[in-house]
């Protein structure tokens, strides 16, 4: 927001040059003689004589080759991109916090499937530990049970840690106390998935309303206007200027002023600058030529985050529904191999391997909606569409 109040500053003195120019001036002094010598000579002691003077000199430069207003032209372009800037700043930490809130619910997600496995494989261990004392299980498999609680205990403290560090980033970013944020998330949701359709169109029409595609174009326009700048020293200017003095001088014996006054045009023509002036204008068009490849290279980056991001969004689609028939095909499996070893008909290694993967799959899940959010998130940034960046969840 300081960059837009220097811009909207440098506006002023980039036009001011091209505007009249008038100052004013003044000044008085008095100066005085004591001594005999005066006193011998004229009868008197003392002698005094005060001066005042005032002026006014005003100019202006007329402006034919556009010097002045193509500085205001440039000014207005970088005024622009100041704005724009703004626009870039916030949809940076739109996405900061939005991202970071969908790694809290994760984190949140996965600490609870964490702890509804170390629930199931209690059980497991329970029905082994029963198993064992009617003579049917061995020692191995109490011992395979507990290794699987004791792997599920390890990894609750990373998911503990994960959602923390997320709640901490958001209160950063919201200016808040870690503890407000944290007990609010704390209370449970849902993680947040899309809410709207995905079929939004050609990217190269999306990316119009980017702010770093706009910031760039505004760029490029400063430093082409800064071109006639340049070319406007080469060529003659014409100053119209004109002064007007008065002065009053006061002394003991007499008093009187005086008045002067000029006006006319005066030409400034460059002839021999050892190509200084020439060069000016090389300097400028290279560096309207360097903006120009910005810009481009800004436009091309915004057109693949966007492909980037539709194709990333449909294989999400597609990865979380199959993840979610493999939840249900696993949760199936485990109940069935439960049932089996009850019944003496498998062994206990089924079990745990249902366990094992039904575990996996849900946190794959989980995972996958993450990535389906962060790249729903990650759409709405690639088009420009902070304000619309919008997920359930709360």
Same mark, same amino acid.
């Given at each position: 927001?300081?960059?837009?109040?220097?811009?909207?500053?440098?506006?002023?003195?980039?036009?001011?040059?091209?505007?009249? /120019?008038?100052?004013?001036?003044?000044?008085?002094?008095?100066? !005085?003689?004591?001594?005999?010598?005066?006193?011998?000579?004229?009868?008197?002691?003392? =002698? %005094?004589?005060?001066?005042?003077?005032?002026?006014?000199?005003?100019?202006?430069?007329?402006?034919?080759?556009?010097?002045?207003?193509?500085?205001? %032209?440039?000014?207005?372009?970088?005024?622009?991109?100041?704005?724009? +800037?703004?626009?870039?700043?916030?949809?940076?930490?739109?996405? +900061?916090?939005?991202?970071?809130?969908? +790694?809290?619910?994760?984190?949140?997600?996965?600490?609870?499937?964490?702890?509804?496995?170390?629930?199931?494989?209690?059980?497991?261990?329970?029905?082994?530990?029963?198993?064992?004392?009617?003579?049917?299980?061995?020692?191995?498999?109490?011992? /395979?049970?507990? !290794?699987?609680?004791?792997?599920?205990?390890?990894?609750?403290?990373?998911?503990?840690?994960?959602?923390?560090?997320?709640?901490?980033?958001?209160?950063?970013?919201?200016?808040?106390?870690?503890?407000?944020?944290?007990?609010?998330?704390?209370? !449970?949701?849902?993680?947040?998935?899309?809410?709207?359709?995905?079929?939004?169109?050609?990217?190269?029409?999306?990316?119009?309303?980017?702010?770093?595609?706009?910031?760039? %174009?505004?760029?490029?326009?400063?430093?082409?206007? /800064?071109?006639?700048?340049?070319?406007?020293?080469?060529?003659?200017?014409?100053?119209?200027?004109?002064?007007? +003095?008065?002065?009053?001088?006061?002394?003991?014996?007499?008093?009187?002023?005086?008045?002067?006054?000029?006006? !006319?045009?005066?030409?400034n023509l460059p002839i021999f600058?050892?190509?200084?002036? *020439?060069?000016?204008?090389?300097?400028? *068009?290279s560096g309207a030529e360097q903006?120009?490849?910005?810009?481009?290279?800004?436009?091309?980056?915004?057109?693949?985050?966007?492909?980037?991001? $539709?194709? =990333?969004?449909?294989?999400?689609?597609?990865?979380?529904?199959?993840?979610?028939?493999?939840?249900?095909?696993? %949760?199936?499996? $485990?109940?069935?191999?439960?049932?089996?070893?009850?019944?003496?008909?498998?062994?206990?290694?089924?079990?745990?391997?249902?366990?094992?993967?039904?575990?996996?799959?849900?946190? /794959? $899940?989980?995972?996958?909606?993450?990535?389906?959010?962060?790249?729903?998130?990650?759409?709405?940034?690639?088009?420009?569409?902070?304000?619309?960046?919008?997920?359930?969840?709360?």
């Amino acid at each position: 927001m300081e960059r837009i109040v220097e811009a909207r500053a440098n506006v002023v003195a980039a036009g001011a040059g091209g505007l009249p /120019q008038l100052n004013g001036g003044a000044s008085a002094s008095t100066q !005085g003689s004591d001594g005999s010598f005066a006193r011998r000579s004229t009868g008197n002691d003392h =002698s %005094e004589s005060t001066q005042l003077a005032a002026g006014l000199d005003a100019s202006w430069l007329l402006d034919f080759f556009g010097q002045y207003r193509r500085a205001k %032209e440039s000014a207005n372009a970088s005024l622009d991109a100041a704005y724009d +800037d703004v626009n870039v700043a916030r949809l940076a930490y739109l996405s +900061d916090l939005t991202s970071s809130y969908i +790694d809290a619910r994760y984190n949140q997600e996965a600490l609870a499937l964490a702890r509804k496995s170390l629930t199931s494989r209690r059980e497991t261990l329970k029905l082994t530990n029963d198993i064992k004392a009617a003579g049917a299980a061995s020692n191995l498999d109490v011992v /395979q049970s507990e !290794g699987l609680v004791n792997q599920t205990l390890a990894e609750l403290p990373a998911y503990e840690t994960g959602f923390h560090v997320a709640a901490n980033h958001i209160a950063t970013l919201l200016g808040v106390p870690a503890t407000t944020v944290t007990a609010d998330l704390i209370r !449970g949701s849902s993680q947040p998935m899309p809410r709207y359709n995905t079929k939004i169109g050609i990217p190269a029409d999306l990316i119009r309303n980017r702010p770093d595609i706009r910031r760039a %174009e505004r760029l490029l326009a400063a430093a082409t206007a /800064q071109i006639g700048v340049a070319e406007s020293q080469l060529y003659p200017s014409i100053t119209l200027s004109g002064t007007i +003095d008065a002065s009053r001088t006061i002394t003991n014996a007499v008093r009187g002023g005086a008045a002067a006054w000029s006006f !006319g045009p005066s030409l400034n023509l460059p002839i021999f600058n050892g190509n200084a002036l *020439k060069a000016n204008v090389d300097i400028a *068009k290279s560096g309207a030529e360097q903006q120009y490849i910005a810009w481009k290279q800004t436009v091309l980056r915004a057109v693949e985050d966007v492909e980037n991001a $539709l194709i =990333s969004l449909r294989k999400n689609y597609e990865t979380v529904a199959a993840l979610r028939k493999v939840v249900s095909s696993y %949760e199936e499996a $485990l109940g069935l191999a439960r049932e089996s070893y009850k019944g003496g008909a498998t062994s206990l290694l089924d079990v745990l391997d249902a366990e094992r993967s039904l575990s996996s799959a849900r946190i /794959q $899940l989980a995972a996958g909606i993450r990535s389906l959010a962060a790249n729903y998130v990650a759409l709405n940034i690639a088009v420009g569409g902070g304000s619309a960046v919008e997920v359930a969840g709360q």
